[in-house]
């Protein structure tokens, strides 16, 4: 069957897809993939009706040769796929089909989604985030500075107690946010139910001290009902938040979670995403996911440092960020191949993480604006005089943007920069 | 910190990850992959103590250089990770952090897990399959030949009553199982609560005529909620099986539905595995997914064909075949890289499908053996005469290999073979 329509051009209802592919022929490729991920079948079946064809067929309507490697022919193509195709508030029975079976074909010896671009009537299916930027800002009470955040050091390991300690000393340092880290979850030595409480109360006691607003980021990663019994323990202690690792926990659990009754701030951790988004041969781009997790309803999400020890180039970050933090984004043809408009989805917290220090602040916030959770764990709990000086040290760095300073200006004022800017050249 | 520990000998109650890596310095690399999936941050920290790092520091104990690859090194790597770290029936959780941020390491320009060793506690924390090979042959009353199963196809379209008298032609003319394809969920035009019904119907019918047990698997992929409303639809409506995309689900959904008081047989589909499976930069091999969904307890995986239409080579789905067949499983460092003990987990049964035909089933048998089901469906509902012929086509090349006759020998006895065996050279 024939699914090649270089003359289409997408209706706004259809639910699009750009990828990058490498075969012997483009063509057959194109054609062989939008039939497995739709309705096709690798020979004629007797079953198959005219209808079927005409009302669910996908059109490849845009095949560009942009390259050779291996011998092979490298191209970008574009399908269109009507929405008729899908049960669309189904995500995961949706990926089954766009991002399914195709990426195992042997005729492929290439396939990375690099952009999905999703139709009024599919984004108004999905929830969204509950709070998005605005609703975080004013649970926080900030309203314009970057968010600064800490994760528990070391990962894992800490008691109870020396956790709950630890997160103490960040908030009264300066920290607003504190996340446990993506592999702690209810291990022998700080087990879920003790340290949801006693670092509640380590919460309460920063805010009264420092008459800030201050939030914990319990880790409810698990299987569905025991996520389900974490959350109920953490709404119990007061949590205004929950932090998820998204991509082990899978599409299933995370659209399922946000269409529970809770009323958490959700912070999404995108540990294994990379499993899938940095390979140039197979897999998905961050973009793509990123833009799932938006409308799935996480509220804040990690998209990549530039600058620290993490992957993802400065102009892949920033368009993620556009992707999860604007209404209407507009195509740039290097990383966002799609206008896509996000109708009354709001916007997703972007989260920078993973080997940040204050020096490294002025750099990213000049990248990624001040819309922006920053957060910092070696570079709060690794300063020469302990967290809370660590603390304060990304406190005034993120202050002396506000206040138009550099960073060396300000640490004349502030000693826990001064030392840390002389530890973390 | 260090964590290479070359002399080191893992312990029976280590949990061991192989992977194969590549990058300027392999000691370094191996190195902060040992710290960012366990303990480690990128710079010292205060808030470390000694016993952490002495109780819950993994040991790098293999580095082998293995090759070269644009200016890199490319190396294979062992690490012994301490039970300690983990809460170890949290699957979600232990593969945040053993399969977690690794893959986004700015230092990593190739990243592959290839294999894990699960020690005894890790794999009696889980379930494993609830029937397994042996419980579906019950079920099924078929003591020794392959399975014979069919998908429903077009892979969607057909309308609630078509797909019902599909599956009705498949099952009478001799296929056992009929399933939904990974993308038919619950879509305007067939939706999930009429079609179990009918298909169920369906198959009491085919049930009477032939004398056989026959066997519908309705696809319940869905957010996690919704899949519990379907499972309870698939319950009531006598549905010995439910059958769920694991890979899109994720991890979180697909180990808390195992753990319900349903007594579903769960077939596990693939799709989307390979755009985390097939790069061979970054990401993870089948055999370790196969891995972990056996301890999940699905009780059937697709693991390829070798001679259809998805990727696969003879010795890589052999390894996952045995990986989820046998009770042990020795290391032949090619795709499997340890010994694994499965102590009393069931056996998971293997499904080939994609591209099948009757032509192609002696090899796929000779290949992978008896204890298979074997799955087509363009090789069924493509047959010149349609379903019904198709299966019977398919159900006499099975039956030849259990007579010990060939395929052209059978073809005499039963035209709708001859017939196929003309149609697919």
Known sequence: ?????????????DLLSCMVIKGENLEKLANEIAGESSIGTWTKVQTMKSDIYEKLRPKVYEIKEIGEENGYKVGLIKIAYPLYDFEINNMPGVLAGIAGNIFGMKIAKGLRILDFRFPAEFVKAY????FGIEGVRETLKIKERPLLGTIVKPKVGLKTEEHAKVAYEA????VDLVKDDENLTSQEFNKFEDRIYKTLEMR?????????????????????????RRAEIAEDAGSEYVMIDVVVCGFSAVQSFREEDFKFIIHAHRAMHAAMTRSRDFGISMLALAKIYRLLGVDQLHIGTVVGKMEGGEKEVKAIRDEIVYDKVEADNENKFFNQDWFDIKPVFPVSSGGVHPRLVPKIVEILGRDLIIQAGGGVHGHPDGTRAGAKAMRAAIEAIIEGKSLEEKAEEVAELKKALEYWK
Do not use: Q, S
């Open 204 to 228: 309460d006691k920063a805010e009264e001290e420092t008459g800030e607003r201050k939030a914990y980021m319990p880790n409810i990663t698990a299987p569905y009902r025991e996520m389900i």
């Open 127 to 130: 929830k969204g985030p509950r």
């Open 1 to 13: 069957m024939d699914y090649i329509n270089l003359n289409y051009r997408p209706n706004e209802g």
């Open 171 to 174: 908030w009264v340092g300066g």
